[in-house]
């Protein structure tokens, strides 16, 4: 995303509980992130590829490395938020968007600032 700054991505790697990073010649060409209890829920956010790297199985590569992680093998629910054309992407890790009576909800930075 155009609006992250260089700190703020570095802030957000040293404060998530797990990263994995695919590296090409010393250059990061991907990375996942994921914040969990190691219990309940892992929520993998941030699954990151370089714009030319993409469609190379990247991608592909760090969601079998999230999903075989050590961390997380006894978590019981994995989950994630996508765009809507990514779904077939995720699907193919049995991720599904049917989850019952779930609804994401959102509160950002400029509704605190107004509330």
Known sequence: MSDRTTA?????LVNSDLVVTVLDDDQLAGFARVLTDRTYVALVL??????????????AALLDAVVN??????VRSLE??????????????G????????RLMRRTADARLTG
Do not use: K, M, N
């Open 8 to 12: 703020d991505v570095e802030r957000v």
């Open 46 to 59: 941030d699954v990151i590829v370089d714009e030319s790297r993409r469609g190379s199985g990247i991608g």
């Open 69 to 74: 992680h050590p961390a997380l093998a006894e």
């Open 80 to 93: 994630l938020v996508c765009q809507p054309e990514l779904v077939p992407f995720y699907q193919r890790w």
């Open 95 to 102: 991720f599904t968007d049917q989850v019952g009576r779930s």
